[in-house]
């Protein structure tokens, strides 16, 4: 971690790397809407309490990293 601190431009790198995915969830996170929206795919089978709380998981540490990359950024 004392690497990243001491050379701004390496965390800088990090912080896009992880808004990049952030990026990408997002995508796929928008197209299971649309196709939940339109009626191509039955979301009613997440609903299982197993994968509703993989679903959650998934978002919270998606929301963590998304929080990271924004504070890496402010700091740069």
């Known amino acids: ?8 431009r ?3 790198k ?3 790397a992880i808004g990049g995915f952030i990026i990408m969830v997002g995508m ?7 196709l939940a929206f339109f009626g191509i795919f039955d979301i009613g089978a997440f ?5 509703l709380i993989v679903f959650m998981i998934a978002l919270l540490i998606t929301g963590v990293l998304d929080l990271i990359a924004g504070i890496i950024l402010s700091r740069g």
Not at 1 to 8: G, T
Not at 47 to 51: E, F, I, L, P, V
């Open 14 to 16: 990090v912080a896009v």
């Open 10 to 12: 390496r965390l800088g």
């Open 47 to 51: 609903m299982n309490t197993k994968y």
């Open 28 to 34: 796929i996170m928008i197209g299971v809407f649309a």
């Open 1 to 8: 971690m004392e690497q990243l601190v001491a050379n701004p």
